[in-house]
């Protein structure tokens, strides 16, 4: 499977930014999806963004004006400016990639997640 691996999380006070990236091990033929999901303690997994082939964005509207979702093709990276965070934003974060490639066919990968904590 292609193999997805996040950055950028942290410790960040209330009102901070971060800048999460998640980088592709290949390219993959087709996309159908980008997306950015996160888990709090104790809670059940949320999607926050996502990104179309085209480069259409959704998000939940508990991140919309904060958070944006934007896809670098040359370099497989996606990436989840998030600013103005507040506490409960707090939570691990997970990048997850859908489509279809060459050398895998179907792709529906996971990364293994970076924990973003905001916290005074």
């Known amino acids: 499977q292609v193999q997805l691996v996040e950055s950028g999380g942290g410790l960040v006070q209330p009102g901070g930014s971060l800048r999460l990236s998640c980088t592709m091990s290949?390219?993959?033929?087709?996309?159908?999806?980008m997306q950015w999901h996160r888990q709090a303690p104790g809670k059940q997994r949320e999607l926050v963004a996502n990104i179309t082939e085209s480069g259409k964005t959704s998000y939940v509207d508990s991140v919309k004006g904060r958070f944006t979702i934007s896809k670098d093709d040359a370099k497989k990276t996606m990436y989840l400016q998030m600013n103005s965070l507040k506490p409960e934003d707090t939570a691990n974060y997970y990048c997850?990639?859908?489509?279809?490639?060459?050398?895998?066919?179907?792709?529906?990968?996971w990364g293994k997640g970076t924990l973003v904590t905001v916290s005074s």
């Open positions: 997850n990639v859908v489509g279809w490639s060459l050398r895998f066919g179907d792709v529906d990968s």
């Open positions: 290949e390219s993959i033929l087709r996309l159908n999806a």
